[in-house]
């Protein structure tokens, strides 16, 4: 902290007293207080003013001929009357027209037969003797049984049926008769085209023919039309040195009158100011780097940490 506080201000002391200034020297300083000459910048006043930045001027316009889109109708042909002739009209009608008129006729209706069939015996009924086949509920045969025949061969006593065949035959089942009937009369059927509506003549109205035309027409001929262009204005600053800056005794912080409690303090002022300090309570380049830089930023005093700087960080130190 010694390098970068007290060096400079030690410097331009020993420097004055070598030569003699002692009338140069810091006006009214106590015990523990420590200046040092810095150069305080020039006092500018920073005013705005409207200048011309463009001439008012005029551009002529022109505004072309109107026109409106008129439809007429031109005559291409007169109406004429024609005469038609308007054919007959015909329809088709069918009729029916008698080729052979109704009669009647005697006919004779044959006798009418049919067919039958009967029963007829061809021989009667007897009785015969039949050989049997064995004994009633034995099968001679098959059976195991010694059984005492009382003959060889037995026989039954039946009964033949009579015999019929089926003969077919005739019998009559109306007698001939002669009746009367009625022949249908003999038609056709034609078909011929009628007159419905005579053929005439007729008058026929041709009508007009016309033809729509599309013209443009003047309304309003093109003219020229003045318009008025404003001047722009544009606002500039204009810088004014009000002060004279130069080299002046400033009081400043340095390694006689600062504690490392101050510069800490001074170290989180900058970093709430926006600039990257670490908070150690070691005056270094990087604190003194981003001192210089709010310096610059609000019109202080350059290099030196100055009591300004202290109250423009907002700090009371004593």
């Known amino acids: 902290m010694r390098k970068y506080l007290c060096a400079t201000v030690a410097a331009t002391a020993i420097a004055m007293m070598a030569h003699g200034q002692a009338a140069d020297m810091p006006p009214n300083a106590e015990a523990g207080e420590c200046f040092a000459r810095v150069l305080v910048p020039d006092t500018i006043s920073v005013t705005t003013e409207q200048v011309v930045d463009r001439e008012a001027s005029y551009e002529l316009k022109v505004i072309p001929a109107v026109y409106e889109t008129v439809t007429e109708q031109r005559l291409l042909k007169e109406a004429t ?8 009209v015909y329809e088709t009608v069918t009729e029916t027209i008698i080729v052979e008129p109704q009669r009647e006729e005697n006919v004779v209706v044959p006798a009418q037969y049919e067919n039958y069939t009967e029963q007829v015996m061809v021989r009667e009924a007897y009785t015969t003797w039949k050989k049997g086949d064995g004994l009633y509920g034995r099968d001679r045969e098959n059976t195991t049984e010694t059984i005492a025949l009382a003959t060889g061969e037995l026989l039954c006593r039946v009964e033949v049926p009579a015999e019929y065949a089926t003969v077919t035959k005739t019998r009559l089942v109306s007698p001939e008769t002669t009746e009367t009937r009625v022949i249908p009369a003999v038609t056709k059927t034609v ?56 080299l002046e005794w400033r009081q400043v ?18 970093s709430a100011a926006g600039y990257n300090v670490p908070a150690d309570g070691e005056f270094g380049p990087t604190t003194l780097q981003a001192m210089e830089s709010f310096q610059r930023a609000n019109g202080l005093p350059i290099g030196y940490l100055t009591m300004s700087t202290v109250d423009a960080l907002g700090l009371s130190l004593s």
């Open 253 to 270: 912080l340095c390694e006689t009158n600062a504690t490392p409690s101050m510069i800490r303090d001074i170290q989180t002022a900058l």
């Open 81 to 88: 009357t024609i005469y038609k002739t308007v054919p007959p």
């Open 191 to 246: 078909t011929k085209e009628v007159v419905v509506e005579p053929a005439k003549v007729i008058e026929e109205e041709i009508p007009a023919e016309y033809e729509t035309v599309t013209r443009q027409q003047l309304v309003t001929d093109a003219y020229e039309e003045r318009i008025d262009i404003p001047a722009t204005y544009k606002t500039v600053e204009k810088r004014m040195v009000t002060n004279q800056g130069g």
